[in-house]
């Protein structure tokens, strides 16, 4: 595949989960992927420090670190400030939030997004020591009442501008803004003030599956035009990494390795 | 239930789909609902005139006529004229419309909200003079590509907006708009506006099924602040029927005039 302009590609660990740490890095450099997103759970479970020596010594850089957050719910302060210790151990500069839904029985969203505001001015201190910036990536509204209750990019930037733009920025996922009007404005002032601080890919497919967290759609198998998203990215002045971050039952039933030169090839057909 | 102020109340025919129109309206002439939102296929199933009969004769108001649409996809301009002509027959002035996703293999979500809007140009006068409203309903943006290219109260209004307000409205329904935090601005406008000509409720509970179709919760089972909704729609000047309409496949597995019962208790409960 070193016929394609992979420089900007970077595969989310997510994407191919069943392959392990080892094996990945081992195909990312026999492919030319240049970037790797990784998350934490598996990383822990390989060793932070171990980790980080395995991608330093495959070339790859480590494009973000999935996720901190869960402000409203599950999340704690403390458990916050050690990914963003492992993100700086792993040496990459971005730290994604998945900031937290309702508390249990709440039904109040505004005063959950104030609370996460909280909780980003609180840790922006630790990232800013670390060299770490904090990605507030606002989830599909599917998700306002579970996961996230920033559902847009408007929100994610009504929080992030209450900061420094090299200390909290948005992620920009096509899976979550696709189908917002207000997006494409959005993501032009977050480029405008360099805080677009990641920028993912996944394709929208129906039927969801139940639950709708594993239904994100290999690139090109759904409704999102992938080379305006990308083409947008770029007109906001974004030069950073384009990361696939794919959760899905039938890929991780599939080959890893295939996934991934899979992946690869969609990339390049539907965004360069 | 009689001493409960139930004169705007309605509940839609789904909810209690497992009830046949005269097990419905025999229920609600006793339990002292005043109104009924009917769809389309179980309404002609009983045949448009016996039903409008049936319901008269029971002293029900028809509340909607749930639904035309689909424009962008298998719905055509005829059909959608007889769900004018059935919505006339039925003595209801308000006939919903879902309006349709993407076209097959499509990827444009404002060509599709362009195409919405031509078509409820050529609708329009059919629905005049018929004296049948249109409302527009905005459905959540996780139905955006299969069912509905109009995600949010504002998109709903950019289209009727184009009409005078006693002919094209909105729909509101909190399942779809209870995330939106422009929600309650649009809500005023359309208000302001005399356009909102439905209001809906169903609760928002996960986790979700698959396909997202029939997870719709009972009112107080979920995170939507009922009355909250009530309040601002009351507060924009509405003072038409607030119809209960839940898709939920738990509920229909249940008799029929029991959740019938308990959707009045929740109502009464949560709204008043």
């Not at 420089?7 to 990312?28: G, H, K």
């Not at 980080?52 to 400030?81: E, I, M, P, S, Y």
């Not at 909280?118 to 009442?145: K, W």
Request: proline fraction near 5%; hydrophobic fraction near 45%; include cysteine.
């Amino acid at each position: 595949m070193t016929d394609l302009d992979l420089s900007r590609f970077s595969i989310n660990q997510m994407t191919v989960r069943q392959l392990s740490l080892p094996e990945l890095t081992e195909a990312c450099a026999r492919l030319g992927v240049p970037g790797v997103g990784l998350w934490r759970e598996p990383v822990r479970e390989y060793g932070v420090e171990a980790a980080a020596k395995l991608v330093r010594d495959a070339g790859l850089a480590v494009t973000t670190l999935c996720r901190g957050g869960f402000f409203t719910t599950a999340g704690d302060l403390d458990d916050n400030r050690a990914a963003i210790d492992e993100a700086a151990a792993l040496g990459t500069d971005t730290l994604v939030l998945v900031s937290g839904g309702l508390p249990p029985g709440g039904k109040d969203l505004a005063a959950a997004r104030e609370r996460i505001a909280d909780a980003v001015a609180e840790l922006a201190p630790h990232a800013a020591e670390r060299g770490v910036r904090l990605a507030i990536e606002p989830l599909h509204p599917m998700y306002a009442s579970d996961r996230c209750a920033i559902s847009t990019l408007d929100q994610a930037l009504a929080v992030a501008e209450r900061f420094p733009a090299s200390l909290v920025g948005v992620g920009v996922d096509t899976y979550h803004v696709w189908w917002d009007d207000r997006a494409p404005a959005a993501v032009a002032r977050a480029g405008a003030q360099g805080r677009i601080h990641s920028f993912q890919l996944a394709d929208w497919v129906t039927p969801l599956p139940e639950g709708v967290l594993n239904g994100r759609g290999q690139i090109g198998d759904g409704s999102i035009d992938m080379r305006e998203w990308r083409t947008r990215l770029d007109a906001a002045g974004y030069r950073g990494p384009i990361e696939v971050e794919l959760f899905n039952d039938a890929l991780w039933a599939r080959d890893g390795v295939e996934v991934l030169e899979e992946t690869v090839r969609r990339y390049a057909e539907h965004t360069l």
